[in-house]
């Protein structure tokens, strides 16, 4: 927003005029391990920390803590609160750790997301459910097997870049919610090609076979967010460096 950008011009202002200098590196001293590049199959601060800046949300916060257009550049809410429609930016790009283009990010990634959270059942699974307020439609049905059909879990893609949730009840803060890993985006082709697969048996099975890559790595995971890993090395050292077909440069 224009406000915001005014308090980081503001802010840049006083750090030249009090003799500090900006640089383009970063070098930031932590204790986490990490477990998994998979962030939306963990709920771990220790691993999400590191796969955050990998991954661009819908809805995102400026430097002031208003909440801006992201992948979704509009979105609209039902009259009776529980349908969000949301209209994504077209061209934004899914690449690799090497910087190749895997494709577009669409609706659909959404999608896939919601369904790996599921198959994980994630700790973080019970911002999902009805009896938290802020229930996704047929959420906890699938999970609890009472709905086998996936697609009447309330995510859908309308088209490639329309997407809709369905909550079973209002839920006023659910935009809040949107930073949270489990409402990160996944390449679904990406996925199956390092040895995913959806539903919540066939991931189980398919998680135990030697074929099953991916977030073992941060080359096993794609990236449409704003930084790449750059190198890594267990437990000392990763380092990132900036997406070049990121959709927000500025």
Not at 14 to 40: C, P, R
Not at 170 to 196: C, D, E, H, K
């Amino acid at each position: 927003s224009e406000d915001a950008a005014s308090w980081l011009e503001a802010a840049k202002a006083y750090l030249d005029e009090h003799g500090y200098t900006l640089n383009d590196t970063w070098n930031y001293a932590i204790n986490y391990e990490l477990a998994t590049w998979d962030g939306i199959a963990s709920s771990y601060t220790s691993d999400h920390y590191f796969v955050a800046p990998t991954w661009a949300p819908l809805l995102e916060y400026d430097a002031k803590n208003v909440q801006q257009p992201g992948i979704a550049e509009s979105y609209e809410v039902s009259e009776d609160g529980t349908v969000y429609t949301f209209h994504l930016r077209q061209g934004v790009k899914w690449v690799d750790q090497q910087g190749r283009e895997l494709g577009e990010v669409t609706a659909d990634d959404w999608v896939a997301s919601m369904e790996h959270v599921l198959d994980n059942n994630d700790a973080l699974g019970y911002l999902m459910t009805s009896s938290d307020g802020c229930g996704i439609k047929n959420y906890d049905a699938y999970l609890s097997g009472e709905v086998t059909d996936f697609a009447e879990v309330g995510v859908k893609a309308v088209d490639d870049y329309t997407l809709e949730y369905t909550l079973c009840d209002p839920t006023p803060y659910f935009l809040t919610m949107l930073s949270y890993n489990i409402f990160a985006p996944m390449n679904r082709s990406y996925f199956l090609s390092q040895g995913g697969a959806f539903g919540i048996d066939e991931f189980a099975t398919a998680k135990e076979s030697s074929t099953y890559k991916y977030g073992t790595s941060p080359d096993t995971i794609a990236y449409n967010g704003p930084y790449v890993v750059k190198s890594y090395t267990e437990q000392n050292i990763i380092a990132f460096e900036y997406n070049e077909t990121y959709y927000n440069p500025d």
